[in-house]
C-alpha cells in the first residue's frame, strides 16, 4: 500500500493492499476501500445527503468492483437510518458527475461530464447519461437506455430507448447499443415493432401493451420493455 504522507487517513479505514492514495487525500473512520477502482482528485464520496428531511443518521455509499470516479464526481450518502445509496460494478462517472442521495446504479452504468442525479433516481444496467443531462427524483433510467446530452428528464425513459430532449422525449430505439451487447435480430425488430406501437400507433398506454403482448413474437428484452412500462409510477417519457 502507498499513502502519500500529506494523506490523512482515519486508523478505522479498511484499506487494500494495492491501493494508492495520493496527496492530500481524505480517508474517514467509516470507509473500506477494495481494490480495483479509480477515484480522481478532488471527488467526494460520502458527503451528507443535500435532503431537507436528513438529521445525520448514519447511512451509506456503497461501489462495486472496477468502477472509475473522475474528477469532481460528489456521491452523496443517503437519508434514512442504515440506508445506501449504490454504484454498480464497471461504471464509468465522468468529471463533475452528482449523484444524490439513495440513488442506485447498476452495473455498466455511463455518465458523462456534469451529468446529474437527484435523489431516489434508479439506472439500471448499461445505461448512459449525456454531459449536463439531469434526471429528476425518482425517475427510472432503463437498461441500455441512452440520453442525449443537455436533457431534462422528468419521466421514466424505458428500456432500450435513446431519448432526448427537454424535456427528454423517447426518439429511437438505442440499436447501437443493442448490438453491441449482441442482441439478436428478432429481438431489435421486436423491440422496433413495439415502439412504433407504444409511440405512434394513436393508442393509449394499457392498449398498446395489450397489442404488444398479442402480437410482438415474445423474448425477454421485449417482455422487460413492457414490465418497466407497467411499473411506473411516474410515467413514462
Not at 493492499?17 to 487525500?25: A, F
Not at 456503497?62 to 456521491?75: K, M, N, W
Amino acid at each position: 500500500m502507498k499513502i502519500h504522507p500529506t494523506a490523512i487517513v482515519h486508523k478505522g479505514a479498511k484499506i487494500h493492499n494495492t491501493v494508492e492514495i495520493g496527496p492530500y487525500v481524505v480517508v474517514g473512520e467509516n470507509v473500506e476501500i477494495g481494490k480495483g477502482c479509480k477515484v480522481y482528485s478532488h471527488a467526494v464520496i460520502g458527503s451528507p445527503s443535500q435532503d431537507l428531511k436528513y438529521r445525520g443518521e448514519r447511512t451509506w455509499v456503497r461501489i462495486g468492483e472496477d468502477t472509475t470516479i473522475r474528477e469532481f464526481v460528489t456521491i452523496n450518502g443517503a437519508t434514512g437510518e442504515g440506508k445506501e445509496t449504490v454504484i454498480g460494478n464497471n461504471c464509468f462517472l465522468m468529471a463533475y458527475v452528482h449523484i444524490a442521495h439513495n440513488c442506485c446504479l447498476g452495473d455498466g452504468v455511463v455518465m458523462a461530464n456534469c451529468g446529474t442525479l437527484a435523489g431516489h433516481v434508479e439506472v439500471e444496467d448499461k445505461a448512459i447519461v449525456g454531459g449536463l443531462s439531469a434526471i429528476h427524483q425518482f425517475c427510472r433510467i432503463g437498461t441500455l437506455t441512452l440520453i442525449g446530452g443537455c436533457s431534462k428528464v422528468v419521466q421514466d425513459i424505458p428500456p432500450y430507448m435513446i431519448a432526448d430532449g427537454h424535456p427528454a422525449k423517447a426518439q429511437a430505439v438505442n440499436m447501437v447499443g443493442l448490438k453491441r451487447n449482441n442482441a439478436e435480430d428478432r429481438v431489435i425488430l421486436g423491440l422496433k415493432q413495439a415502439f412504433k406501437i407504444i409511440y405512434r400507433s394513436g393508442l393509449n398506454l394499457s392498449h398498446a401493451l395489450q397489442k404488444i403482448e398479442q402480437e410482438i413474437s415474445p423474448s425477454a428484452q421485449v417482455t422487460r420493455l413492457v414490465e418497466f412500462i407497467k411499473s411506473s409510477d411516474r410515467g413514462i417519457c
